[in-house]
């Protein structure tokens, strides 16, 4: 087993810095209780992905150069949302082909870690639920799934949590329909998407939802509050925090 990095770059991502602030915070005090020192270059913005979702590769270029420049140790770069680190774990290297800084932009592809797969795979991490029972449902994203490939991992970290309940929904590995740019330019296309995944998720009956993609949470949450009857949602990391005794600490 190789052995465990005491240290890594943490990539917040806009949404968790702009809608999801604690989603962030409960992430790195993980990582740091995990013995992990987080270092969070305070430069970082966005990761170039709405740019090059709308097909503007020199302006997504453009973003994602100032963000490879951020992370020049040769240690892991842990991202909170499968998205982000699908954008730049699988599209950089495409992105900066044949581009001077191409080595540059691999190297930080090939150090990116999605957190919960960080958390399950190289912490190895164990977790004891110090919280009430409670039923919940997860919305895997597809980056996470697809991409990444880290669908599993959100279920691992929950099969650690005594009194926490998994629910099943139907069409559960199904887009809510965000798709970042695409809720702007297609909206009823989204909606329809996001109405679908609701219902199904409303009908588990459970007491909240939980994924390890804001944008998601956001999409879902926003139009269960739209129809007057929302089911709370958090982010994986907040909730493992809450569960973990972390709020109390």
Excluded at 12 to 18: H, I, Q, R, S, Y
Excluded at 24 to 43: E, H, W
Excluded at 159 to 181: D, I, M, Y
Excluded at 213 to 238: S, V
């Amino acid at each position: 087993m190789p052995p465990i990095p005491d240290t890594i770059y943490f990539f917040g991502t806009c949404l968790v810095d702009l809608m999801y602030p604690q989603a962030g915070v409960s992430a790195m005090q993980l990582l740091q209780r995990a013995g992990v020192k987080v270092i969070f270059p305070p430069a970082q913005t966005c990761c170039g992905q709405p740019a090059w979702n709308s097909g503007y590769r020199d302006e997504a270029r453009s973003v994602a150069r100032a963000q490879i420049v951020l992370f020049p140790k040769p240690i892991p770069i842990v991202i909170p949302s499968g998205s982000c680190a699908g954008m730049m774990k699988v599209h950089y290297p495409e992105l900066f082909a044949g581009q001077p800084d191409e080595a540059q932009a691999v190297d930080v592809a090939n150090r990116v870690y999605e957190l919960t797969e960080f958390l399950v795979d190289v912490l190895h991490i164990e977790l004891q639920d110090l919280g009430d029972p409670v039923t919940v449902a997860v919305h895997t994203s597809c980056s996470a799934r697809r991409e990444m490939g880290v669908a599993d991992k959100i279920e691992s970290l929950l099969g650690q949590l005594s009194n926490v309940q998994r629910v099943e929904h139907a069409r559960k590995p199904e887009c809510c329909g965000f798709g970042g740019t695409f809720a702007v330019k297609e909206p009823e296309i989204s909606a329809a998407m996001v109405l679908d995944k609701v219902t199904h998720i409303r009908n588990t009956g459970v007491d909240r939802l939980i994924s390890q993609e804001c944008g998601c949470l956001m999409n879902i949450g926003g139009a269960m509050a739209k129809q007057g009857d929302a089911i709370p949602h958090q982010h994986i990391a907040e909730f493992l925090w809450e569960r973990t005794g972390g709020n109390a600490a």
